[in-house]
């Protein structure tokens, strides 16, 4: 696959997600290609301008990554400027939309991307403690079975 929809939790979540791949994707800064909303929108000129830079070899990385960041602000104009190169992979590059609304993208583009949700971690606050967790899991792992049932209800 070559191309990507980074979406759930949040912004600082969906950037380190794709910060993540470019680590794991060996991809330095020279060989990534990054577009963002001016205005709440991104038209079709800004796509027509940046596509072309995918099909240059990248410089010092193993692939060239171009980085659509809000991605469903994409104009329609825009995103089907952007199906071609979806459809046409060019050589060495991957394509990663991130965006908190997958679904206002075009179907021909969801159907062309693996979409990868990301979950929100819960914070301390809001979640449980590990050590509860794992107090939790040595009461069931020692109860019996109809002692677990109602563990597991409550």
């Not at 071609?84 to 060495?92: S, Y």
């Not at 179907?107 to 449980?128: N, Y």
Request: negative net charge.
């Amino acid at each position: 696959m070559h191309a990507y929809i980074i979406t759930g939790s949040d912004e600082k979540g969906r950037t380190d997600h794709i910060n993540s791949l470019l680590l794991n994707w060996h991809v330095s800064g020279h060989d990534i290609v990054t577009l963002m909303p001016i205005d709440n929108a991104i038209g079709i000129d800004a796509v027509r301008s940046i596509v072309p830079q995918l099909s240059f070899k990248p410089r010092s990385s193993p692939l060239s990554v171009l980085v659509v960041r809000g991605a469903h602000q994409l104009s329609e104009e825009a995103q089907q400027a952007l199906l071609k190169t979806l459809e046409e992979p060019v050589g060495e590059s991957r394509i990663l939309l991130e965006t908190q609304e997958p679904f206002a993208l075009l179907p021909t583009i969801l159907s062309r991307c693996l979409i990868v949700k990301i979950s929100s971690a819960p914070t301390k606050q809001e979640g449980i403690s590990e050590f509860q967790c794992i107090d939790t899991l040595k009461l069931l792992a020692d109860a019996s079975p109809g002692n677990r049932l109602k563990k597991i209800d409550e």
